[in-house]
């Protein structure tokens, strides 16, 4: 079981280009979420699913559209990334009730120019 | 609403001291409680946890109870090694939560061991 896993692991991006960050998990869990980490802020909530084909928002879900067309995969994108948008991101699943152990990816840092 | 607030870090210590992080939160109802840890470079992994009042989490050494009264659930470890240094957080969940939340952490404690 690879467990959770993150594409790619850094990116730097300029003002105003987009990206997808992909979560992957073969767990088969019903719940997924994406999460940013900023200096000390903690874990944020940007958008999380609790199951295919659904999606809701989180904490912080301004400037951000996720998809989960597929059980397996959450993506997270940036239409047009800001310097705000700067942060570690990390997708994490769990089985199927928000209070169940969540499993947590390695992370992507995101760097904004 | 709900809050988790967790001491400043960072807290250094020398091999096979003792160890407290503490965390206190604040929710309506019965939330679930968790530490997770977070060693360089790497994701979040999940401690312990406690699901109801005087519940005991344990795992590695570490232990953390739920104490409702305090409404606080602090981390204990009596000797800590080199490969505990790491950044702790105490998280919480509430089932009464409006939807739109998931746990919610506290900003983290660094500790730093040395040997």
């Known amino acids: 079981n690879a467990g959770v896993t993150q594409t790619p692991k850094f990116r730097v991006l300029k003002t105003g280009q987009s990206m997808t960050l992909l979560c992957a998990q073969d767990m088969n869990h019903e719940y997924m979420y994406w999460y940013r980490q900023d200096p000390g802020m903690g874990l944020r909530l940007i958008h999380y699913s609790v199951g295919e084909g659904t999606t809701a928002k989180g904490e912080v879900p301004d400037g951000y559209n996720v998809s989960r067309l597929k059980k397996q995969n959450f993506l997270l994108g940036l239409e047009s990334a800001a310097p705000s948008q700067t942060s570690v991101y990390f997708c994490?699943?769990?089985?199927?009730?928000?209070?169940?152990?969540?499993?947590f990816g390695p992370g992507t840092r995101l760097t904004v120019l | 609403g709900n809050s988790v607030t967790q001491m400043e870090g960072p807290v250094t210590l020398s091999e096979e001291a003792f160890l407290t992080i503490n965390c206190t939160y604040t929710?309506?109802?019965?939330?679930?409680l968790f530490w997770y840890v977070q060693y360089p470079g790497e994701g979040l992994q999940l401690l312990l946890k406690?699901?109801?009042?005087?519940d005991k989490g344990s795992n590695k050494g570490f232990e953390a109870t739920y104490r409702k009264e305090t409404t606080s659930f602090h981390l204990e470890k009596g000797s800590v090694q080199v490969s505990d240094s790491a950044v702790y957080f105490c998280?919480?969940?509430?089932?009464?939560?409006?939807?739109?939340?998931?746990?919610?952490f506290g900003k983290g404690t660094t500790l730093s061991v040395s040997s």
């Open positions: 998280a919480l969940h509430n089932p009464s939560n409006q939807a739109g939340t998931a746990l919610i």
């Open positions: 994490a699943s769990s089985y199927w009730r928000e209070s169940d152990t969540q499993y």
């Open positions: 929710a309506t109802g019965y939330p679930s």
């Open positions: 406690a699901t109801k009042a005087d």
